[in-house]
């Protein structure tokens, strides 16, 4: 899942504007285990 595709769809089960999504999206690639390919399982 690519980086806008990711925050198209966080934005879209969230309810939250795409800036926070941007934001989230930093968040989670820059600390979290996950990191950038396991971002759809967050989804």
Known sequence: M???SFIKELSK???YDEEKC????DVI????IFG???KD???
Do not use: Y
């Not at 941007?22 to 999206?25: D, P, Q, T």
């Not at 690639?29 to 979290?32: A, M, T, Y």
């Open 2 to 4: 690519n980086k806008n």
């Open 13 to 15: 089960q969230t309810g």
């Open 22 to 25: 941007i934001l989230i999206n």
């Open 29 to 32: 690639e820059n600390h979290f």
């Open 36 to 38: 950038r390919k396991n």
């Open 41 to 43: 399982k967050i989804i």
